[in-house]
């Protein structure tokens, strides 16, 4: 594509007419992916700074830079205030802006996004369209999978998927924004027609300096929502009316807003919840109607997910009996309360709580259906949030009758020293815990302990088939784990 193109979005892109006829191969971020003839955009990062990359890029075919300060290169330098921005503003050009040329729903929110998503996925796909999931798990394409590192990905990747999308004739696509995605400016080139807020409790205060700086990324993605490209087409923002956070989104935003709510009123609502040890009943109130749902998904928290994609469906135009329909056979979510299949007379359940919030959800819903004891093998990620490991703990405790602590992904820390910031304040009154550092072993311990009726909960890896200890990722498997202590089990 010539430069003239890639910089039509620039206020003053004409101080770069002498560069208009460069043609350039393909955008890049990263000095280590160059080839011949791309573009180089230098990225100050949490790391490294990308503009001390820019010799190797050059070296490696770079034709042009983009910087944020003059700097010396063989090669022309365009100048601009923010890369970031010009980052996603480039890819999103470069790829002929392909969210703008198919529906992209935004799903947002400290927990729930990765359900919302499938649940909607599910819901378009009753409605025979095909569909693009990108999301914690992996990124789909119709029924095509590909693995993914981060939960949304960097703008480069975020547009070419898009645009491999609908070359791919995918109609809907239903991603999960994160905070970091947001703050980082990745989906920065988004034009979402629908953009929905699970809930916002804590997590990832070892990136954001407060709740309140939380909330502000989050808030991002309803302020940029129908800003840019169509204006006329209608935009929606689906927000939990019960989240306390609800009203400070519902300002960021200039669009229409649909509201969903368990506890307080709401546009789309449940009444009459019935949790049972296969599934949730409820009635679901909507503008359109009102309709009984039997859903093989369990706990109030999968209640208020079921009413966000509820919510962001009937916004889509999509008819309130395909949506019950799709919320009745969709069967659970990889590694979201997934039981392990098993003859015993007790239940082990693998969840992907792995915030404090999530954790009480899940152990709270998990005692209301145990006739026996609840175990919980639980732990805490490394390089991310230590906040919130003493208050994990201590909820393990409050809910659980015995609670064992162990490694989720220690990555560079050391695991005892994670263990160390989970148990230490706590007292004899919290309650009694084993400490297991090695996770297998732990989960072992649990299956090995459990009687008749008890439920144990494994928590916080959910879907990941892997443990990162150090920088490697060893292969790993909550469900495998378990299901080889089970094997074992004598009586
Ligand atoms: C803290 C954080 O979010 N870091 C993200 C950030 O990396 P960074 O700032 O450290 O990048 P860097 O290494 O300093 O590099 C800066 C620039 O120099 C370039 N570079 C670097 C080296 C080199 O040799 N040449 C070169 O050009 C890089 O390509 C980059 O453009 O930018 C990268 C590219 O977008 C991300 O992949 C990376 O995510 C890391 C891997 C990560 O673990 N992030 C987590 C915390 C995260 O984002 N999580 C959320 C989900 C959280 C949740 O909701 O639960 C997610 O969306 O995944
Ligand atoms: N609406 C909700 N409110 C509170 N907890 C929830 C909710 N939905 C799911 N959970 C809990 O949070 C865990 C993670 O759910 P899910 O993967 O859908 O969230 P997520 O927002 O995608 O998480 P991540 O930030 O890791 O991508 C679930 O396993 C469950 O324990
Ligand atoms: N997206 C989350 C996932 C956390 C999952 C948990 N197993 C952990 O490793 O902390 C993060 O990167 O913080
Ligand atoms: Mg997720």
């Given at each position: 594509?010539?430069?003239?193109e890639?910089?039509?979005f ?5 101080q770069?007419?002498a ?5 350039i ?21 949490f790391?490294?700074?990308g503009?001390?990359?820019?010799e190797?890029?050059i070296?490696?075919g770079?034709?042009?830079?983009v910087?944020?300060?003059?700097v ?11 890369t ?5 503003m480039?890819?999103s050009?470069?790829?002929q802006?392909?969210t703008s040329?198919l529906s992209l ?7 729930g ?9 599910n819901?378009?796909k ?5 569909t693009?999931?990108i ?14 590192d ?19 004739e995918?109609?809907q ?5 994160s905070?970091h995605a947001l703050d ?6 988004c ?22 700086d ?8 309803f ?7 169509d ?5 929606f ?8 956070a ?8 200039a ?12 546009m789309?609502m ?10 949730t009943?409820?009635?679901?109130c909507t503008?359109?109607?009102d ?5 093989k998904?369990?706990?109030?928290f999968?209640?208020?997910?079921m009413?966000a ?17 799709a ?8 590694g ?21 919030d999530?954790?009480e ?8 259906l145990?006739?026996?004891k609840v ?9 991310r ?6 208050i994990?703990?201590?909820?393990a405790?409050?809910y659980a009758?015995?609670a064992?602590?162990?490694s989720?992904n ?8 994670i263990?160390?910031d989970m148990?230490?304040?706590l007292?004899p009154t919290d309650?009694h ?5 090695d ?16 439920i144990?909960?494994i ?8 443990q ?11 469900r495998?784990?378990?299901k080889?202590?089970l094997?074992l089990?004598?009586n």
């Amino acid at each position: 594509m010539r430069l003239k193109e890639i910089l039509s979005f620039h206020p003053f892109a004409n101080q770069f007419s002498a560069l208009y006829d460069i043609e350039i191969n393909a955008i890049k971020m990263d000095s280590r992916e160059i080839t011949n003839g791309d573009m180089f955009v230098c990225i100050n990062g949490f790391t490294v700074d990308g503009h001390d990359y820019i010799e190797e890029a050059i070296e490696k075919g770079a034709i042009i830079v983009v910087a944020e300060r003059n700097v010396e290169a063989t090669v022309p330098v365009i100048v601009v205030e923010d890369t970031v921005r010009f980052l996603a503003m480039a890819a999103s050009c470069f790829y002929q802006y392909p969210t703008s040329k198919l529906s992209l729903i935004g799903v947002t929110g400290t927990n729930g996004k990765t359900t919302v998503t499938y649940l909607l996925e599910n819901i378009f796909k009753q409605c025979g369209k095909k569909t693009g999931v990108i999301g914690t798990i992996q990124m789909k394409i119709g029924e095509d999978v590909y693995p993914v590192d981060n939960t949304t990905p960097d703008a480069l990747f975020l547009q070419r998927t898009i645009r491999e999308m609908i070359d791919q004739e995918v109609e809907q696509v239903i991603m999960e924004v994160s905070s970091h995605a947001l703050d980082q400016g990745r989906v920065y080139g988004c034009d979402y027609n629908t953009a929905i807020f699970t809930n916002l409790t804590q997590d990832h205060l070892d990136y954001h300096d407060s709740m309140d700086d939380y909330l502000r990324a989050k808030s991002l993605l309803f302020a940029q929502l129908g800003n840019r490209y169509d204006c006329k087409a209608k935009k929606f923002a689906i927000i939990n009316q019960d989240d306390p956070a609800s009203k400070k989104l519902i300002r960021s935003t200039a669009q229409s807003v649909i509201t969903y709510g368990i506890d307080r009123d709401a546009m789309v609502m449940a009444k009459s919840i019935t949790l049972t040890s296969t599934g949730t009943t409820f009635l679901l109130c909507t503008p359109d109607g009102d309709t009984m749902i039997n859903s093989k998904l369990i706990g109030k928290f999968n209640v208020s997910n079921m009413l966000a994609a509820t919510a962001a469906a009937l916004s889509n135009g999509i008819p309130l009996e395909v949506i019950k329909s799709a919320l009745e056979t969709i069967p659970g979510v990889n590694g979201r309360f997934e039981l392990v299949p098993h003859s015993r007379s007790f239940s082990v359940i693998v969840d992907y709580a792995h915030t404090p919030d999530s954790l009480e959800n899940v152990l709270t819903t998990i005692q209301e259906l145990a006739k026996g004891k609840v175990y919980v093998v639980v732990g805490c990620g490394g390089d991310r949030d230590r906040t919130k490991r003493p208050i994990m703990a201590k909820i393990a405790l409050r809910y659980a009758d015995k609670a064992i602590f162990t490694s989720d992904n220690p990555r560079t820390e050391e695991p005892e020293m994670i263990l160390h910031d989970m148990v230490n304040g706590l007292t004899p009154t919290d309650g009694h815990y084993q400490i297991i550092v090695d996770r297998r072993k732990a989960i072992h311990q649990a299956i090995h302990q459990a009687a008749k009726d008890d439920i144990i909960l494994i928590a916080g890896k959910g879907h990941e088939t892997y443990q990162q200890i150090g920088l490697v990722k060893y292969h790993f498997d909550d469900r495998e784990a378990a299901k080889e202590a089970l094997l074992l089990k004598e009586n």
